[in-house]
Nanobody
């Protein structure tokens, strides 16, 4: 049974930092790319960052230079380090994996990040 469980969200002031975690289970984590998406109120879900099985990364322009995606294959966990947070980073953040052998797209339940003074 595939599971993606996010944690680490919360309330932070502008300019602050948070680290999100996504614990994966039910599949061979090290073999698949992982992504973070986010959805702000009233907006469509948007891509944030991706990391391949080999560790290559890519970011949305809006977070480039401020966010860092990483993975620990020994812990089956992907992280999103978020620095220099802005009000517009407020959203629910979702972990995502595309697993064709398990039927397709999988999403976590999401974790709320609120940036506000």
């Amino acid at each position: 049974q595939v599971q993606l469980v996010e944690s680490g969200g919360g309330l932070v002031q502008p300019g602050g930092s948070l680290r999100l975690s996504c614990a994966a289970s039910g599949f061979t984590f090290s073999s698949y790319y992982m992504r973070w998406y986010r959805q702000a109120p009233g907006k469509r879900r948007e891509f944030v960052a991706t990391i391949t099985s080999g560790g290559s990364t890519n970011y949305a322009d809006s977070v480039k230079g401020r966010f860092t995606i990483s993975r620990d294959n020994a812990k089956n966990t992907v992280y999103l380090q978020m620095n220099s947070l802005k009000d517009e980073d407020t959203a629910v953040y979702y972990c995502y994996a595309n697993l064709p052998r398990f039927g397709g797209d999988y999403w976590g339940q999401g974790t709320q990040v609120t940036v506000s003074s």
